[in-house]
């Protein structure tokens, strides 16, 4: 059985199968989002595809909505056809539980996938109509960068700041662009909502929208009312929001399953640049959506489905605590190290006594005494869960490897509050060993070799080519003159670490660290458990 819109009508396979089927009029859905669209979504990474549109699945079928899902993605027409349109838009979320049991789920409320280049033109008829209340976006911490670690403007950027918004080229510069088009339609009001895991994830792509209407605006490309549209939150707002659910890559232990129920074509395909889609999507049960409640144009009843509505500071506090302490600084911590000491699933990794004491002395010691408690979830009791129940979950098919992807990225944004707050409250940076663990951690990943002196390929990242240039010549059990020199370029940096480590004393302490991981072969497993005592 092929999944596809003929297929559904087999109610008895899928019953068969356990699958929930969506309980509403699909075509009509399309129809209304082509002609009266209500939300587009930009980028189709898993956890959107097992989260957002998941939970808007449910408003359809309570009839509290009738538009389906817009989703634009940076993919070609073939792609597009290979990965989506093969499956009538349909996808599967297979839902893995700690205690083993599993919830299959038809997930039919996306109407269209749109290419940014091959149906620009109904992409752009579909953001400016007057309907459409939101526009949202997973595209990773990457795809809200602007500059480079030199602070200069990206070349792609720099050239779509230079010309007129029509000839835009960049994923930024085309949502400026769209959102210019809006403005001339009508100046018609509509919702901007970031869901990445980004500090501030309003604000960030808030930047990247005014730096093009300034620059389009000095060049003299477009009036000045752009600017005042853009800027004007009853017009365009930009909510922050905190969404948490750990959403792994499409495993092959899923994929048998889901072929063993008599399910063809669920193999992954390569979508992009190291993108990896599959017609099914597994995901933790454990889910949360905080969003600061300012659209302009109305917007969908989520509260009705568990999203908690509120207003920035809170989302800000709960952001922080998730991104900043209570999640991905652990995860980040257990999949250097992890792939450090060879594991290849986050879930036995954790259960490694050294790596759980980081993993603790992350969240704990060193992360929690500087959270502000949002008061909608309490830190500690979340630290719990993710520590406890989360990562340990047997059945959830997280990797390391994954986790470490863009680590160059991650790091700014998971760790550098904690250590801007530290520095706000003139706490001693002495005090912290786990954290400077981290990063020294990372740069004895960046060599490609384990603890056993074994190669591994480093996951990809978009600075790694220049990491791996400035750490050329450290090589492990070889005594190393001038690490300093090699090193300060690269911890001085506030754009990945947050601040300038020398500036906190934490500079000479990742040095130490480092030059202690370099001995020999097994000297991270002997710091891990020095530190950890």
Known sequence: MKLSNESLKDKKFWEKANFSLPNFNRQKSITAALTTPKW???????????????????????????????????????????????YDDLSLLVTLKSDGSTEKKVIASIASYLGMECDYDTLKSI??????????????????????????????????????????????????????????????????????????????????????????????????GFLDYVCNPKK????????????????????????????????????????????????????YLVIEDSFPNGRPPLEKTGVLFTDRKTVEKTEK????????????????????????????????????????????????????????????????????????????PDTPQRIATDSSQKIPVRFGGTLKTYKALGK?????????????????????????????????????????IALAGIKLGQRQEDIHSKLKPILSSSSLFGLDLYESALGEKVEEYFRQMLLRAGEVRKLLSSIGE
């Open 321 to 396: 605590m998730k991104v900043g302490t209570c999640l991905n600084p652990i995860h980040t911590a257990l999949a250097i190290f992890g792939c450090l000491l060879g594991y290849k699933r986050m879930n036995v990794a954790i259960k490694d006594t050294d790596l759980l004491k980081l993993a603790e002395g992350i969240g704990y010691t060193e992360g929690l005494p500087v959270v502000i408690d949002p008061g909608i979830i309490n830190p500690k009791k979340f630290i719990d869960e993710v520590i406890n129940i989360r990562i340990p979950n047997p059945f959830l």
């Open 127 to 224: 953001f400016t109509n007057p309907s459409l209340q939101i526009a949202s976006f997973t595209i990773t911490e990457k795809g809200y960068n602007l500059t480079g670690t030199n602070e200069e403007y990206l070349p792609e950027i720099a050239e779509d700041l230079n010309c007129a918004p029509g000839l835009a080229k960049s994923f930024q510069g085309r949502i400026a662009a769209l959102c210019h088009e809006r403005y001339e339609k009508g100046c018609f009001p509509l919702a901007l909502v970031s869901m990445d895991n980004c500090s501030n994830n309003g604000d960030k792509l808030f930047v990247i929208i005014e730096t093009f209407a300034k620059s389009w605006i000095k060049k003299g490309f477009v009036n000045s």
């Open 428 to 468: 001693d940076f002495n005090e912290l060993k786990f954290i400077p663990l981290v990063f020294a951690g990372w740069l004895r990943y960046l060599l490609g070799v384990d603890d056993n002196g074994n190669p591994f390929e480093v996951s990809p990242d978009p600075l790694y080519e220049n990491l791996k």
């Open 40 to 86: 587009l979504h930009f980028g189709a990474g898993n956890i959107f595809r097992a989260f957002p549109a998941a939970l808007y699945q449910e408003l359809l079928e309570q009839g509290l909505e009738t538009a389906g899902l817009i989703v634009a993605v940076r993919y070609d027409r073939k792609t597009i056809e290979k990965c989506f349109n093969q």
């Open 236 to 287: 365009l707002s930009f909510p922050s929001t905190m969404i948490d659910k750990i959403t792994p890559g499409p495993d092959s232990e899923v994929q048998k399953k889901l072929e063993e129920l008599g399910l063809e074509n669920m193999q992954s395909l390569t979508a992009g640049k190291n993108t990896i889609i599959a017609p099914f999507v597994n995901a933790e049960e454990t889910q």
